[in-house]
């Protein structure tokens, strides 16, 4: 009796999590920042409501904007420093490729008007902007400290992030050893699909990267529903399966 109940249950859950994907495809997160938002927050993070880089809880507000709240930063040991203050207790969905340095930037769109009249005109920019694979539940003062800032290799390892393994610096931001793979195989994956370019200097440390921290289990199921709601895996991800 107890085998045919979780057999019922995961039937049940399965039918529930087909729909809600079917839903979030019809919406097209490819259209709007508030769907692409939802998408990531409702489906492709539904289950996994931790913060990318420190791992901190959050909750989503159940809104139409795709917010929520960390439950608690000293669960997770982030120690928040005094610029953008404000912002340390709301969760926010960042680019792991910044917008600023996709093509987007060049196209007449945004040359000749700004990035939210691309956003809400122009269907080539909207699906790289809000490419899924490329959106992270951020600490949201973590998310303004990083602003644009490249990835790289900080020497001196000097930290002020409280247990978030984090290191930043005016023009520079190196993620934890085990969210270095994860950004490489985003930045190689935004770098194959819409033509972000890469130094050459920066890829090498991406193929490191993407080599020394191998594909985590949740990679793989956050790839299999983005690819179910977008209709395409990450490469870097799956070939490593």
Same mark, same amino acid.
């Given at each position: 009796?107890?085998?045919?109940?979780?057999?019922?249950?995961?039937?049940?859950?399965?039918?529930?999590?087909?729909?809600?994907?079917?839903?979030?495809?019809?919406?097209?997160?490819?259209?709007?920042?508030?769907?692409?938002?939802?998408?990531?927050?409702?489906?492709?993070?539904?289950?996994?409501?931790?913060?990318?880089?420190?791992?901190?809880?959050?909750?989503?507000?159940?809104?139409?904007?795709?917010?929520?709240?960390?439950?608690?930063?000293?669960?997770?040991?982030?120690?928040?420093?005094?610029?953008? $203050?404000?912002?340390?207790?709301?969760?926010?969905?960042?680019?792991?490729?910044?917008?600023?340095?996709?093509?987007?930037?060049?196209?007449?769109?945004?040359?000749?008007?700004?990035?939210?009249?691309?956003?809400?005109?122009?269907?080539?920019?909207?699906?790289?902007?809000?490419?899924?694979?490329?959106?992270?539940?951020?600490?949201?003062?973590?998310?303004?400290?990083?602003?644009?800032?490249?990835?790289?290799?900080?020497?001196?390892?000097?930290?002020?992030?409280?247990?978030?393994?984090?290191?930043?610096?005016?023009?520079?931001?190196?993620?934890?050893?085990?969210?270095?793979?994860?950004?490489?195989?985003?930045?190689?994956?935004?770098?194959?699909?819409?033509?972000?370019?890469?130094?050459?200097?920066?890829?090498?440390?991406?193929?490191?990267?993407?080599?020394?921290?191998?594909?985590?289990?949740?990679?793989?199921?956050?790839?299999?529903?983005?690819?179910?709601?977008?209709?395409?895996?990450?490469?870097?991800?799956? $070939?490593?399966?």
């Amino acid at each position: 009796m107890q085998v045919r109940s979780n057999l019922l249950r995961k039937f049940i859950l399965a039918v529930f999590f087909s729909l809600t994907l079917t839903a979030a495809a019809d919406a097209d997160p490819s259209t709007s920042w508030r769907s692409a938002k939802n998408a990531a927050d409702d489906i492709i993070h539904e289950g996994n409501a931790h913060t990318f880089y420190c791992r901190c809880h959050y909750t989503s507000d159940e809104d139409s904007d795709g917010s929520g709240k960390i439950t608690d930063t000293d669960i997770c040991g982030y120690v928040a420093p005094d610029k953008h $203050k404000h912002r340390a207790g709301r969760v926010e969905w960042e680019h792991v490729v910044p917008a600023s340095l996709m093509p987007a930037r060049q196209f007449p769109c945004w040359t000749e008007h700004d990035r939210n009249y691309c956003e809400r005109n122009d269907a080539a920019a909207q699906v790289m902007i809000f490419d899924l694979h490329n959106l992270v539940p951020a600490i949201g003062q973590v998310n303004a400290l990083r602003g644009n800032d490249r990835y790289a290799e900080i020497e001196g390892e000097v930290r002020n992030f409280g247990d978030c393994p984090i290191e930043d610096t005016r023009d520079s931001f190196e993620p934890g050893d085990n969210q270095r793979g994860d950004v490489a195989r985003i930045w190689l994956y935004m770098s194959d699909r819409h033509g972000v370019e890469i130094p050459e200097a920066e890829r090498a440390m991406f193929l490191r990267w993407h080599e020394n921290d191998p594909v985590s289990d949740w990679e793989r199921e956050k790839n299999r529903r983005v690819k179910a709601v977008q209709g395409n895996g990450n490469p870097y991800v799956e $070939k490593a399966e």
